[in-house]
């Protein structure tokens, strides 16, 4: 219940100060209590026992009446926005019109529910629905109803149930290929072959059936996915912009779906990120950055520090890949806003990734000292397996920003530190990165000749050819021939 309370936005929470007050006095328990653990940070149950006067065993009750109150109060508040759960509520309207002997009025509202059912494909309701209509013709003790309208009654049953099964079936092929794709942590062209067996058999399964929309878009989320996998970012691109046009087409799709659409567009984005499609990126920073203004999403979980996570790690990824270090450094006050409002609702390794960025930023922009100072908060904290590439990687920037310093009194231990690092995760040590770290290092003991930098330009040079353009690669932040000069 704590928890609940805690996950509460400002309208829930001013929606059940209201529902609290028009079921009860002021002064009532369930308000006190309510009012007490909205207070706590954290849960105090002996603190909350002191301030409401109530014994345990009391309390425990008021505990568990607050909570029914609470959900009572929530259905009640999502009822007028959340389609499927107010045709829900009509249904049960209808149940109680039936119960009650008043027939004709059960049957205009369960023609109105099957009416807006079949409009917005939402086929559990749909059976449900139709289920009343046999239910109100065997009251009417079928006056009104022939032998046809019987067969055609479990003739749309069957009809239903198919599609229902249908949207199962890639609803299940979807999930299924997520789980893939996070066991793999990633792209991965090897596990890319499961997900693509995963396709073909839906569809085999599917045969030549139509596909409601909402089969469709789990079907098209699974090929993107599986192009993702595949390395192939043209056709995910492709796919992504086909779905998010499907979507934006029907405004309900996007108050029926708000997650899938703010899926797609993280999809969407990293998709332009890969091709380079800078129009189409900040086109879609800007939609995702104004959708906690659109009411269809904020009931979504975490929605604004999601925003925030997402857009500015993709934007200053961008930027750097770009090797445009100087606009990605002006991200770097609202980024470090960001960080301190969320706080520790962030997961942590997001957040060393954002801070590894913006010390990218700052590095590129040849702002060395700065860097230098972030990267030592990256690197305090607490190692993990997912944050395993920025805190590798920064101790490899730090060698170079305290060159650039002309710290070179402390290079070689850091070297040391940086290579150490590496070697505990072999995929990170490319060649070219240790023949950085051991150029450092050896300039940093002697003073380097003009041949000495002839041939460390032409080490680079070489590496330059060799190494992907990512932004884990130091080599792009000052051209070719330049770099320690």
Partial sequence: MFDLIKSLNGSEKRYFNLFLRRHFKGGSVSLTLYETLQRQNTYDEPAAIGATGLGRNHYAVQKTILYKQLLQALIQYNTETDLPQKLQQEIFATKILLQKGLTQQAKVKQNQIRQSAEQYEQHEVMLQALQLGAAIAAREQFRDTDMEDIG?????????????WLESLWRYTYNAAQKIQLQAGGKSEANAGRVKSLLKKATIQSGKKSLTRKAQMDKMQTEALYHFMHRDAVKAFRIN???????????????LYPQR???????????????????????????????????????????????????????????????EFEQAAELLEPVKNG???????????????????????????GQYSAASSMLDGVQRYRRTDTAAAPDVMA???????????????????????????????????????????????????????????????????????????????????????????
Avoid at 438 to 454: G, I, R, T
Avoid at 458 to 484: E, F, H, M
Wanted: proline letters at 2%.
């Fill in 241 to 255: 912009t086909a779905f998010i046009a499907m979507i934006e087409a029907d405004s309900t799709l996007i108050s």
């Fill in 339 to 365: 960080l301190k409002e969320h706080k520790d609702n962030i997961p942590i390794h997001h957040r060393i990734n954002m801070e590894y960025l913006c010390a990218y930023a700052l590095f590129g922009s």
């Fill in 395 to 485: 101790a490899v920037m730090q060698v170079l920003c305290h060159y650039e310093l002309k710290n070179y009194s402390i290079i070689d231990s850091l070297v040391k530190s940086a290579k150490r690092k590496l070697k505990q995760h072999n995929e990170m040590a490319s060649e070219s990165t240790l023949e950085l770290l051991n150029s450092v290092s050896h300039f940093a003991v002697k003073q380097p000749q003009k041949s000495d930098w002839e041939k460390l330009g032409v080490k680079l040079d070489r590496a330059l050819d060799k190494t992907d353009t990512t932004y884990y690669n130091y080599l792009v932040c000052i051209p070719s021939g330049q770099l320690l000069k």
């Fill in 152 to 164: 055609m009654y479990h003739q749309n049953t069957a009809g239903i149930t198919d599609q229902i």
């Fill in 261 to 323: 659409y703010f899926s797609a567009l993280n999809n969407y984005l990293i998709d332009c990120f890969n091709l380079s499609e800078t129009g189409s990126f900040q086109q879609t920073l800007s939609k995702m950055r104004g959708l906690k203004e659109n009411p269809a999403f904020r009931k979504l979980l975490n929605l604004e520090i999601n925003i925030f996570r997402i857009t500015y790690q993709a934007e200053l990824n961008f930027l750097i890949a770009r090797g």
